[in-house]
């Protein structure tokens, strides 16, 4: 065996349907291949989707979600508390795909398990409950409507364990709302694609984990030595302290100053109250403390508390800066006090705040454009900057009553509904743009347009660099960039790490390749492990291009091509359709991909011809 | 020296507890450390690292049945070979500071690592701090301090202008760069 840490190299197969539970073995080939996290969920669920001739309903209980930490999640290095989510998207209806910090990976692994696949559906709503060796689906209709919180204490009042790690979903995931997310340690998502929904779909509420045994590192004293180093080279960080204040909400003043904030539903590339939401005034009026995921002296979690006023008493992990970005700039919201209820709204009933924030944004816009009528709204008037109207929309959409039912489908069902809503809905594949416009840069529509889940910057976020050096860059280079993005930004999805070390305090790339070393005792490079996964990529492609995407569903938003920007350092400006289109071959080219944009077909067949992993 | 802790600026990132495990047991295991970082939330959220405060009235050596528990040199320690395994000194430690794990038959707790605890040198926020005896409590002294000084402002005229200045904000000025 060339590894011998980093792996339990067990699965748990867990059958919701027949109550089946089993610890599945994985060969070591696997390992080599797909490292874990993301890499073992794509396998995962490629597999099941050839075993289903690629037609599959996302909310079907044929579905699979898998909870695949990585195997340096929960080691002695900074930030390695992420866990991916993989499933069919009931959003996108592709491949989808979210990560969650916090600590439930680590407890998961500490369980003894690689990943966790679950299929099937309950008959009743049910948590799972594991135990480390035990196994256990424990019925509790008593949790139907109940919020993440709420699921959460009743499941430690019943097995009288306050040490376990619970995640759950809240009311919208029950009903199946498509951008339901999975949460867990009080404010930490698996935000997007709707994986709560699947979760829904399953009558699976939450799952509860306790695990005790050994994480296996292959060589512990060379991993302390490394990771020590890199503990000492963070706090000496200049920005280390600033970071540690502030956090993402940082961004808000960045963003706003170059031009990239989203306000107004993405008609504005700048917003002139933004010095009320950004993260001086969080840190002088509404941040108690800080939280850290596991092992992460980074700690860029806030905790926030309304002390007077309308929504006194309102209490939050968060916010972060894409919350704080759709909810504020994008609905024309300067209140930052709003900007909590929000947050904390979304994290109780179970929706992702970036999908929530920029659907509410297309709706008011479609209402003031006149596609929407007061019929469709249910009788409200929807504005810029009206906060009660936004806080009855989010209680609607996770309840699915009214205008609600509808933004609950996701884009692709808004659409549908209101196909004149098109043009003004910021989206990728039926994935809800995140709050950086991309107008004022080539390399973020490119990386909006090919990320393999949709419209999310998790996979590439060239924008900053773009900005600040790259604008002549020739179109080469700036694909180059984009495709170096999707391919280092998807490793640490699949070892099990945060990428914010990396990308926030330029915390050096090698390290990863040290700490996989010390864990697994494998002698992999970071050139290796970039190969793997970018063959991780090209799989993820495979995935989708057999489930209907081409080429057509590769463009950034139509916004990007039509509407200029209002004001700022970018006023004025639009994409060039004829120059994105050359990009996009320039790009499918260097990955090797057709001018349809499909993979090689000896790299199809090398996956086609592959065994399974479960 | 005196091993102490400001609860307010713990994260609960559980750094206290990899090192522990790492420093005792040579293993990557939170659950085998003499540190357990309780998150309690929502708010008011609660983070409190439990550690062995190495009590000069030590209720766990007092309520021993075998009488294995003793203090040397101002560390309260366990002779795991005497021990029985009978876990009264969990249940009757008022911190619950003294742990189990299911891969030992004796229960283990906090010894300062001989006077260099391994949880205050890695803990990133300096919740957990290792320090000489006539300086505990003044870490909290100072938090709250500041907490009250956060809360407060000073009102000042420059040039006829009425101006306010936060303390944060002074404190600020030094490192007011921007974000990357």
Redesign the interface.
């Known amino acids: 065996m060339k590894i011998s840490g980093g792996y339990f190299w067990k699965i748990l197969v867990v059958d919701l349907s027949t109550g089946k539970t089993e610890a599945r073995e994985f060969s070591e080939e696997f390992a080599l291949k797909y490292i874990g996290g993301r890499g073992f969920g794509a396998k995962i669920l490629f597999d099941l989707l050839k075993h289903h001739d690629f037609q599959l309903d996302p909310l079907s209980p044929e579905n699979v979600i898998v909870i695949s930490p990585g195997p340096l999640a929960g080691t002695y290095m900074p930030a390695s508390g992420k866990t991916s989510f993989v499933s069919l998207s009931p959003a996108t209806g592709i491949y989808g795909d979210s990560n969650m910090g916090g600590s439930f990976g680590v407890e998961l692994r500490q369980a003894g398990y690689d990943a966790l696949a679950i299929l099937g559906r309950a008959e009743e709503l049910s948590y799972l409950w594991v135990d480390n060796d035990k196994v256990k689906i424990v019925r509790a209709p008593e949790l139907k409507g109940k919020t993440v919180l709420e699921t959460e204490g009743l499941i430690r009042q019943k097995t009288q364990d306050t040490d376990l790690k619970i995640i759950a979903i809240g009311p919208a995931g029950e009903n199946m709302v498509a951008f339901a997310c999975i949460t867990g340690d009080w404010g930490r998502n698996a935000g997007r694609c709707g994986i709560g929904a699947v979760m829904g779909s399953k009558n699976l509420k939450a799952i509860a984990v306790r695990g005790t045994k050994d994480l296996p590192v292959a060589d512990i004293k060379r991993l302390l030595a490394k990771s020590n180093e890199g503990f000492a080279e963070l706090a000496s960080h200049p920005m280390f302290s600033f970071w540690q204040d502030q956090g993402l909400m940082s961004v808000i003043d960045y963003a706003n100053k170059t031009g990239i904030i989203p306000a107004y539903n993405f008609k504005d590339g700048r917003f002139d109250r933004a010095e009320k939401i950004n993260g001086y005034v969080m840190e002088d009026h509404y941040k108690i403390g800080n939280t850290a995921c596991f092992a992460c002296p980074m700690c860029c979690g806030n905790i926030c508390l309304v002390k007077e006023g309308e929504y006194s008493g309102t209490a939050v992990e968060g916010p972060e800066y894409e919350t704080a970005a759709v909810f504020g700039s994008n609905l024309g919201v300067d209140n930052f006090a709003f900007i909590l209820k929000a947050n904390q709204l979304c994290d109780e009933l179970g929706i992702d705040t970036i999908s929530t924030g920029n659907l509410i944004g297309a709706v008011i816009e479609g209402y003031q454009e006149g596609i929407l009528d007061l019929d469709d709204t249910d009788g409200m008037v929807l504005g810029w900057g009206d906060e009660k109207a936004v806080i009855a929309l989010i209680n609607k959409i996770a309840a699915r009553k009214g205008l609600g039912e509808i933004i609950g489908g996701g884009s692709r069902n808004l659409v549908r509904h209101f196909p004149k809503l098109a043009p003004f809905i910021s989206q990728v594949k039926g994935l809800e743009q995140s709050a950086y416009d991309a107008r004022s840069a080539m390399t973020m529509a490119l990386g909006y347009a090919t990320s393999d889940i949709g419209a999310h910057h998790t996979r590439a976020w060239p924008i900053a660099f773009e900005l600040e050096a790259g604008k002549n860059w020739p179109p080469e280079k700036k694909v180059d960039l984009v495709i170096h993005h999707q391919t280092i930004r998807p490793l640490f999805d699949m070892l099990g790490v945060c990428r914010l070390a990396w990308i926030e305090l330029g915390f050096p790339e090698e390290f990863y390749e040290h700490a996989y070393q010390a864990v697994t005792g494998n002698a992999f490079t970071l050139k290796q492990l970039l190969e793997s996964s970018n063959r991780v990529y090209d799989l993820t492609r495979l995935i989708v291009t057999r489930l209907g995407i081409s080429r057509k569903d590769d463009y950034p938003p139509e916004r990007c091509f039509t509407q200029p920007v209002l004001s700022g350092p970018h006023a004025g400006k639009k994409l060039d359709r004829k120059a994105y289109d050359d990009m996009l071959d320039i790009y499918y080219q260097k990955r090797g991909w057709s001018k349809d944009g499909k993979i090689s077909q000896e790299r199809e067949k090398e996956f086609l011809d592959e065994q399974q992993l479960l | 020296m005196k091993l102490t802790v400001v609860p ?1 600026r713990c ?5 206290c507890e ?2 522990c495990s ?1 420093k005792k047991f ?7 450390s003499s540190v357990r970082v309780m ?1 309690v ?5 609660i ?1 409190m690292p439990i550690f062995c405060h190495q009590c000069k009235d030590a209720k766990c050596a007092e309520n021993c049945p075998v009488d294995c528990i003793h203090h040397e040199n101002g560390i309260v320690r366990i002779n795991t070979e005497e021990c029985i395994g009978c876990e009264q000194c969990i249940v009757s430690c008022p911190f619950g500071a003294i742990f189990t ?2 891969d030992y038959e004796a229960p283990f707790k906090c010894d300062l690592c001989g006077g260099d605890p391994e949880c205050a040198k ?1 803990c ?2 300096k919740a957990l701090i290792y320090v000489p005896k006539h300086l505990i409590g003044q870490a909290q002294r100072m938090s709250n301090v500041l907490k009250y000084a956060h809360m407060k402002q000073v009102e000042f005229f420059e040039k006829g202008e009425k101006k306010v200045l ?1 303390y ?2 002074a404190e ?1 000025k030094e ?1 007011n ?4």
């Open positions: 307010e994260s609960g990132c559980k750094l990899l090192a790492i040579g293993v990557n295991n939170p659950k085998k998150v939330y929502p708010a008011p959220i983070r794990h299911e890695v990133p926020t936060h944060t904000e600020k490192n760069k921007e974000p990357k």
